[in-house]
């Protein structure tokens, strides 16, 4: 599940390098880390930036029982225009200057890519722009522990080849998951009652015409960054939260088309599998409820979904009997496949184990996020 996380957050970094391909309106104060040099047509590098301010990020991803979140933003970005205009004592650079960015040290659990390239280790180095316009937004990402907050730092140095100037000093921003702290005297925002389209069978369609653009895909990306609710299409378990899982289904119907795949419903797989083959006599119908498990009709979803097993061992690593959205953490799905040593046994217990297809249907309701 780790190492999931880490190609997520190779995703959003793709991501991010579609979103900002295009030319973006300049922006200023805690928005963008400006570029310019010491001195006109010489000097140094540097930044113009308000290093009061720390770089939010906000939770895009968990493992299952909390045990490692990605928070990522993609802002701020490095910008250099030659229609921005330099505080006091910042210079513009000149065209053709290429920029490219070192790190000297970085905080663990903190990583910036660049471009696609991650940048995690110190005197890595990346190429940020050439002059006259440069306008690279950075994914910045931390990977930590459930719940931990706090402030990472990240020291970079600028660097070019260009003779007229020098590198820059050692320069540190603040990256941080702390919750942001509202304004003194700001209002809270009355939300207004507007008509919610009702998702598509495909993923990532906000607007149900049967293909994805890299639009949609952003907006899907912004919906896992900031909580959104622009378009239930990303949301494909509609739980009002958007992974990098449903952002990866996003992309892929981008690059090859939507199919309309039918939908599973837990009604089905009651009548089809629960209730002729679980929810039996000595198993696990109202009345005997073997294991403390009731899959009868009515009953099945309250006893499954995001409940905690039973058997201590699936307990101990954090399983659910249905987790929604994970089949691999779904202890119900481990038992029907067939589960490890000190888990009991096989299920179902009486008769022969659920066919293939049969299965594939529990783990499709579970993936989708266990509907009723």
Not at 119 to 141: A, F, K, Y
Request: proline letters at 8%; one cysteine or more; charged letters at 15%.
């Amino acid at each position: 599940m780790l190492g999931r996380i880490r190609i997520v957050a190779g995703v959003l970094a793709a991501v991010a390098s579609l979103c900002y391909a295009a030319p973006v309106a300049a922006c200023v104060g805690t928005a963008c880390l400006q570029l310019w040099s010491t001195a006109a047509g010489s000097g140094a590098l540097t930044v113009e930036f308000d290093f009061s301010s720390k770089i939010q990020t906000f939770k895009s991803f968990c493992t299952s029982g909390n045990g490692q979140c990605l928070y990522t933003n993609l802002d701020p970005g490095f910008i250099a225009t030659t229609d921005a205009v330099p505080g006091s004592g910042f210079f513009p650079l000149l065209d053709g200057t290429t920029v490219q960015l070192a790190v000297v040290r970085l905080s663990p659990g903190l990583t910036v890519s660049i471009n696609g390239q991650r940048l995690d280790t110190p005197e890595e180095r990346v190429t940020i722009g050439t002059m006259p316009d440069i306008h690279n937004h950075p994914s910045w990402q931390l990977l930590l522990p459930g719940d931990e907050v706090g402030d990472y730092a990240f020291t970079f140095r600028l660097e070019t080849d260009a003779p007229a100037y020098a590198d820059s000093a050692d320069i540190t921003v603040m990256v941080t998951n702390r919750a942001p702290t509202p304004e003194p005297g700001t209002p809270t925002a009355t939300p207004t009652a507007t008509a919610t389209p009702a998702p598509t069978g495909c993923a990532g369609d906000c607007d149900g015409d049967g293909a994805v653009t890299v639009d949609e895909v952003l907006t899907c990306v912004h919906m896992a960054l900031f909580t959104s609710t622009d378009c239930p299409a990303c949301d494909s378990n509609q739980d009002d939260f958007v992974t990098v899982d449903e952002i990866i289904a996003a992309l892929n119907v981008a690059l090859v088309g939507c199919e309309q795949e039918p939908q599973v419903t837990l009604a089905e797989i009651q009548q089809e599998i629960f209730t002729p083959t679980c929810a039996t006599v000595l198993c696990h119908n109202a009345a005997s409820a073997a294991g403390d498990l009731d899959l009868s009709a009515g009953a099945s979803r309250v006893e499954l979904v995001n409940i905690v097993p039973s058997a201590e061992i699936a307990a101990q690593a954090g399983q659910l009997r249905v987790d929604p959205g994970d089949p691999d953490n779904s202890f119900l799905l481990i038992k029907l496949i067939g589960p490890p040593l000190g888990a009991g046994s096989r299920m179902p217990l009486i008769g022969l184990p659920l066919a293939a297809e049969q299965i594939e249907t529990i783990r499709t309701w579970i993936l989708r996020g266990a509907q009723p």
